[in-house]
Structure formats: C-alpha cells, structure tokens
C-alpha cells in the first residue's frame, strides 16, 4: 500500500496492478536450528537476527538501545544474542562502539561482510525471531526472507512492513524509533513462548506470496486499475 500511495501521489490516474513480493526461494533448503548454531558457534540459548545492510534508517542503534534493556532483564528468559548480519553503507565504528558504551560485547555479535546466497540460511535458520527496526521504509525483502524460513518477525510500523507482518499473529509491530516499545515486544516474544506458535501461522501467512500468485496477476488480461 505504501507504494501503491507514492504512485498515485506522483502519476495520478496510472494504470496499474499490485501484488505483494513473493517470498525469496533462492538460499537453500532450512536447517535445523541447533545445527546452523553450531556452524555459528552459537551457545546462547535466544537469538535474534537483523539481516541486510546496515544504514542509519535501518535503525540498528535502536535496537542496540532495545538490547541493553533486554539484557537487563534476560534472567526472565537466558542469554540473549543478537546478531547484526550484512554490509555497512554507515560509519561501522560507531555502532561498535556504542554497543561498547551500552556494555553489549557478549550479547551483539557483528558480521559486517556480505553473504553469499549460500551461507544466507544458517543465519536464519540460527534465529529464533528476525527484527527489523527501521525509521522508515515501503517495503523490505528482508522480511519475504524470513518468511522462506517459516521466521517470525519483529518489526516497526513503517512503509509496508505491518502488511506482511500480521500483528500477534506472525510477529509483533511497534512504533518506530522506540527501544522501549521494541525491547517490550521482543521480551514478551520469548516470555510468552510465541516462536512456535507465530512460526505455523508464517507458513500459512506465506502461501499469499507465492511466485505463482505474481504470475497471475501480471499475466491476467484485464488492463484495468486493481
């Protein structure tokens, strides 16, 4: 929708169709959890990933501010770790260093590379939960990735995000630029133990966004606005 919008605010009038982004089917079949964690070497028992670039309307500082309160109080669920997967297109030394300041060394742990297409499930395959605590957005891949791998999510209510992410159902969405609101929803994620049940409701979520429900809506005949 938040596309849909930009459109007809810049071409009024367009003929158009819209379908949501399928789900991205290109990095390999799932592993087992304990398995991608011990490719990692990942003792903690609660992991949570942010995966994709790294720019500051991503909102990784927030998260890292959500981290510190979770920590605080992460005897209510064990440790927790969070891994920051993808490039930085953002001064990397000052997200290092405020996870420093926010005491976060063992908590936060860094992969600042690419990720070729094959090495992108063990990540996810690692987590528990994806987050993406972006300031802004229309949409994210990011989420049809998780979604591939059956992975609740986490998000803030920007862009087309709460669309995908169906509230209560198949992750939580929180304000944006909130740590508070974010730090909340991810301790109730594993203090109420939604993974399995908000997992389950991913696979019927994801049948939505299919590459064969793209095909049709763009094969269809009618040349008219949908």
């Known amino acids: 929708d938040a596309v849909e919008k930009e459109l007809q605010k810049h071409f009024p009038g367009a003929t158009y169709r819209k379908t949501p982004h399928p789900v991205y089917e290109i990095f390999g ?3 087992e959890k304990a ?3 011990k ?3 990942i ?4 992991v949570i990933l942010y995966f994709g670039y790294v720019r500051r309307y991503k909102g990784v500082m927030v998260l890292l501010e959500a981290m510190q309160r979770i920590c605080e109080s992460q005897s209510e669920v064990g440790e927790m770790l969070l891994l920051v997967v993808g490039e930085f297109y953002d001064d990397e030394s000052k997200y290092r260093r405020r996870a420093r300041e926010l005491h976060l060394e063992s908590n936060v ?3 600042a590379e690419y990720v070729p297409n094959e090495d992108v499930a063990r990540y996810f395959c690692a987590a528990d939960v994806v987050v993406l605590p972006y300031l802004s957005a229309t ?8 979604y591939n791998f059956d992975k609740p999510l986490i998000v803030t209510d920007v862009g087309g995000l709460a669309e995908v992410v169906l509230h209560e159902k198949t992750g939580f969405v929180v304000r944006p630029n909130d740590p508070q609101a974010l730090a909340k929803a991810i301790m109730r994620f594993y203090v ?6 908000f997992s389950a409701n991913v696979k019927i979520a994801k049948r939505a966004y299919s590459w064969e429900n793209l095909v049709h809506r763009f094969s269809s005949s009618s040349a008219s606005s949908i």
């Open 35 to 37: 398995a991608a964690r």
């Open 139 to 146: 949409q994210s891949g990011i989420a049809q990735i998780a």
């Open 109 to 111: 742990r860094f992969v």
């Open 39 to 41: 490719r990692l070497g």
């Open 43 to 46: 003792s903690a028992k609660n």
């Open 192 to 197: 109420e133990n939604h993974e399995e049940e």
């Open 29 to 31: 079949v799932a592993v």
